[in-house]
C-alpha cells in the first residue's frame, strides 16, 4: 500500500536500477571490490508549462519526500545495506519542456537532500549533478564519502540512462552509490597532502 501512494504521490512512470561490480581493474582484482548502483525514477514534470516566476515550493514539499524515500529505500536495498553504502551521489535530468530549476527543485532542497543523508547514514554534502536532455542521453552521477567527503578514494562517478525518458515533459531523478572506493586508489588524501601552492611549485611552473 505504501508502495502505491508513492506512485500516486509522485507520479512515477518507472523505476530503474543499475548496478555494476569491478571484477578487474589493470588485470588485477581490487582490494576492496566495490559494488556501484544508481536508482532512477521517471515521474511527470508538475511545472511544465508554468513559467519561470511559478513558485515551486508547494511540489517540492509534497514530491521529494516519498521520492528520496523511494530512491533510497530501493538503492539500500540493490547495495546491501545501510552499513555497506560509504560513498553517495544524486541527480536530476529534465525533459526539454522543463526548466533546469526544476531539477534542482527536486534534489537540492532538504526535502530530498537531508532525507536522502538520514536514510543513508551520511553527514557529507551530497555531490550532484543535472542537466536538461532528451530521452536516452547519458548523465555521469559524482560519487564520494557518505561521512568523509574529502576522502579522495571515493572519488568516483556511475553513468545512467534511461531509453525512454525523461521524454519532454519528465523528470528523471537518481540516487547513486558505492560499497567501496575506486579500484586500486593510491593518490593520497588530504590529510597526507603536503602544503602546495604557486609559490612552492615555481620551479616546476617557471
Excluded at 536508482?39 to 521520492?67: F, H, K, M, Q, Y
Excluded at 553517495?88 to 532542497?109: D, M, N, Q, R
Amino acid at each position: 500500500m505504501q508502495q502505491r501512494r508513492n506512485v500516486i504521490d509522485i507520479s512515477l512512470r518507472k523505476l530503474v536500477v543499475y548496478r555494476e561490480l569491478v571484477v578487474t581493474e589493470a588485470g588485477t582484482r581490487p582490494a576492496r571490490p566495490a559494488r556501484q548502483a544508481s536508482v532512477a525514477a521517471v515521474i511527470a514534470n508538475p511545472w511544465v508549462g508554468t513559467g519561470a516566476g511559478r513558485d515551486l515550493s508547494a511540489e517540492v514539499e509534497r514530491i521529494a519526500p516519498p521520492l528520496a524515500k523511494l530512491l533510497t529505500s530501493k538503492l539500500i536495498e540493490t547495495l546491501g545495506g545501510v552499513d555497506a553504502v560509504e560513498a553517495f551521489g544524486k541527480a536530476a535530468v529534465v525533459g526539454t519542456a522543463g526548466e533546469i530549476e526544476h531539477g534542482g527543485a527536486l534534489i537540492h532542497t532538504p526535502y530530498f537532500g537531508n532525507l536522502m543523508r538520514e536514510y543513508l547514514g551520511g553527514e557529507s554534502i551530497i555531490c550532484f549533478a543535472d542537466a536538461r536532455a532528451e530521452a536516452g542521453e547519458v548523465l555521469v552521477v559524482p560519487l564520494w564519502h557518505k561521512t568523509q567527503a574529502a576522502t579522495r578514494s571515493h572519488y568516483q562517478t556511475i553513468s545512467t540512462r534511461i531509453s525512454d525518458g525523461p521524454r519532454a515533459d519528465e523528470l528523471v531523478i537518481v540516487a547513486a552509490g558505492s560499497t567501496g572506493p575506486r579500484p586500486h586508489p593510491r593518490i593520497g588524501d588530504r590529510k597526507t597532502d603536503p602544503a602546495v601552492t604557486v609559490k612552492s611549485l615555481e620551479s616546476v611552473l617557471s
